[in-house]
């Protein structure tokens, strides 16, 4: 064999897939990657916004290996339960089983925004509710109760993405010395600020599996991580807050913490 062609082999060799294992039903997922991230989804337009990569579209990067299948597994016997292909090409990310083991949730990467998918494990059923959700700050949903989740979406009220204007690049410099590494795709002027925000700002809502969405009021802003109490009823939430840093990436910004 021509050694070009074993590396094409070992290049597009299927992956080791990733487990998700639920305790309570003795489920496991088998979560199983594309092998390659096509050219086309890397070359599309990005924005360079405080640290992250952003394809505007899918409020990702896209550069990340997506699901193109899962396979649940009775854990205790081995059998296959169900499989889920989404349709077209591989688009799902952030799998996580439901409490009681009967639903799967994924992020659904498409054409007009990520939305919140769901795969019925019993039914062998997919279905993407109309739910905008923002993964900008990586997995936008928790399972809260067997039939509800805790999700970050994009808010109602959203504006479209703020037209570019020009405004000065301003550092305030306090004094002394003070190390700190070079990043790339930093915040450079008020307008990135304003894209940075944009993209970012999310609301929180319960979204149950029948596709119901209620929206928390007052939960509104750049929800950077929100964590679920274990009975559902409370969650931790970290907001970033101005001013942004210039220097610096979103995960050194100043946060609020709230309950």
């Known amino acids: 064999m021509p050694k070009s062609a074993a590396v094409v082999r070992l290049l597009t060799a299927t992956q080791t897939p990733q487990g998700v294992f639920n305790a309570r039903s003795g489920r496991i997922a088998l979560v199983y990657r594309e092998t390659l991230v096509p050219v086309g989804r890397i070359a599309r337009p990005h924005l360079g916004l405080a640290g992250f990569w952003l394809d505007p579209e899918i409020r990702s990067s896209g550069y990340d290996s997506w699901i193109e299948r899962v396979v649940v597994l009775d854990a205790r016997t081995g059998a296959t339960l169900a499989t889920w292909v989404p349709a077209g090409e591989p688009a799902l990310d ?19 925004g990520p939305r919140l998918a769901l795969f019925d494990v019993d039914a062998g059923a997919e279905r993407v509710l109309p739910v905008a959700v923002n993964p900008g700050f990586e ?121």
């Open 94 to 112: 952030h799998v996580e089983f439901s409490p009681d083991g009967r639903h799967l949730s994924a992020i659904r990467f498409r054409t007009g």
């Open 139 to 259: 997995a936008p949903c928790d399972w809260i109760a067997d039939g509800a989740l805790l999700c970050r979406v994009v808010p109602d009220e959203q504006a479209p993405p703020p037209a570019a204007f020009v405004s000065p690049n301003i550092i305030e410099h306090a004094g002394g010395a003070a190390r700190t590494r070079t990043y790339s795709n930093l915040l450079d002027d008020a307008y990135e600020e304003a894209l940075f925000e944009h993209y970012f700002s999310s609301t929180l809502a319960v979204v149950d599996v029948g596709g119901r969405v209620q929206r928390i009021e007052g939960a509104t802003g750049l929800l950077a991580r929100v964590t679920p109490s274990p009975d559902g009823k409370r969650a931790l939430v970290i907001r970033l807050a101005r001013p942004y840093s210039h220097l610096l990436t979103a995960s050194h910004f100043g946060r609020e913490v709230e309950l």
